[in-house]
């Protein structure tokens, strides 16, 4: 494992070297060593939105959005580009400054109908945008329905959905190999805050940043958002704060909610990767201390994050969880060190909406980072759960689930 992430660690430096060197004769081709097109931005950011389902009306709001929030970013040393796939155009674009201050959307390149959530497809994209746009620093956001790490076929949705087409947690992590190391992902999508998510690619990024629940209707408010990933210090933090600000200001549970006035709230949280292997081994020894061989875990008082789905419930707030197992002694109480610098922030609304039953579900007690809990009902569950990395490290294995 540890020969596995030196192994990564170069190959993302080897990357980063090759991106300077490339720069560079360009630049010795120019007759501007100043040239905007060809210096190392500070960050380059690829907002990926495989948006040929339902959300495809979400599209060009929330393109218009990052226009507006790219207003007070420096564009001559930050780099936004957007891929978007929302059925009827599927473009890669670049937003640019123009000598008025106005933002417009430069095409970069066009493209016939395609799956957005093939290996090949995105792993093309990714790999363009990075080595023409080489930067100091980078970050992705991953735009789409989501479904945490849950396998396709057990769900109507995952991430990313581009019509019937579904991405596996396994296929995401192939593509992210290709990929430079990222200051942050960003999922704007529902249920991926999973710590069984963050465990599967935590060799890619420093943060994630996402909801454990359902996110709301019209997504990151990318006005407020588009100038926080571009912060010199703590981008993740920024963009958590002010994505949950934004809809916490708004919040009226009593309120008609509606996808242009979102009112139904919003929950949202930051994990740091760097903590993710030692959260895994402490888990580890609660499981191995606590867990009975093939017995259900109590979830009485544990805050599920779709709770709305009635007998199909995969997300539970994991703190919720290892207190129960724990029943609160002074070992919980040391593993909740180890989390708290797992997850630095975290802020939710009292409830959020929940579209499975059109119900308001509550966020109080949750912490902000879901996992799943195998029981006998999901057999064919519990055996996909056993490809996930978390399921080895965090101890499961252990326990004849």
């Not at 990222?182 to 529902?190: L, S, V």
């Not at 909406?353 to 569950?381: D, E």
Request: proline share 2%.
């Amino acid at each position: 494992m540890i020969f596995q992430q030196q192994a990564n660690m170069i190959m993302r430096k080897c990357f980063v070297f090759m991106m300077i060197f490339l720069t560079m004769v360009l630049m010795g081709c120019s007759n501007d060593d100043t040239s905007e097109e060809t210096s190392i931005a500070d960050r380059t950011i690829l907002v990926y939105i495989a948006g040929d389902n339902t959300l495809s009306g979400f599209v060009d709001d929330d393109i218009n959005e990052m226009r507006e929030g790219m207003k007070s970013v420096d564009a001559t040393k930050n780099k936004l580009l957007v891929y978007y796939d929302k059925g009827s155009e599927v473009k890669l674009i670049r937003l640019k400054k123009d000598n008025g201050g106005s933002i417009r959307k430069e095409v970069v390149r066009e493209y016939n109908a395609r799956n957005s959530v093939g290996i090949t497809e995105m792993k093309e994209i990714i790999t363009y945008v990075f080595s023409s746009y080489p930067a100091a620093n980078y970050g992705i956001i991953f735009w789409s329905h989501g479904e945490g790490w849950l396998p396709s076929s057990t769900s109507t949705r995952w991430f990313g959905q581009d019509r019937t087409n579904y991405m596996e947690i396994a296929e995401l992590k192939n593509v992210l190999e290709a990929a430079p190391s990222f200051e942050f992902i960003f999922f704007d999508a529902c249920f991926m805050q999973s710590i069984e998510v963050a465990y599967e690619l935590r060799n890619f990024t420093k943060y994630f940043i996402g909801s454990p629940a359902e996110i709301p209707g019209p997504g990151a408010p990318y006005q407020v958002v588009v100038p926080a990933m571009f912060s010199k210090t703590n981008a993740a933090l920024n963009i958590a704060r002010n994505y949950y600000n934004y809809y916490a200001q708004k919040y009226d549970e009593n309120k008609a909610n509606s996808n242009s006035n979102w009112t139904a709230g919003v929950s949202i949280s930051i994990i740091d990767a760097n903590e993710l292997e030692l959260m895994a081994s402490e888990t580890e020894k609660i499981v191995l201390n606590y867990m009975e061989e093939g017995v259900d875990i109590d979830v009485v008082g544990v805050v599920c994050y779709d709770n709305s789905r009635t007998s199909k419930r995969y997300y539970y707030d994991l703190v919720g969880i290892i207190e129960n197992m724990t029943n609160a002694n002074e070992d919980f109480k040391k593993w909740l060190d180890f989390y708290n610098a797992l997850v630095p922030f975290y802020n939710a609304t009292d409830k959020v909406y929940s579209s499975t039953n059109s119900a308001m579900i509550s966020m109080v007690g949750s912490k902000g980072v879901s996992t799943y809990i195998p029981r006998k009902q999901f057999s064919s569950l519990n055996n996909y759960y056993k490809s996930l990395e978390w399921y080895t490290a965090a101890g499961w294995n252990t326990t004849g689930w």
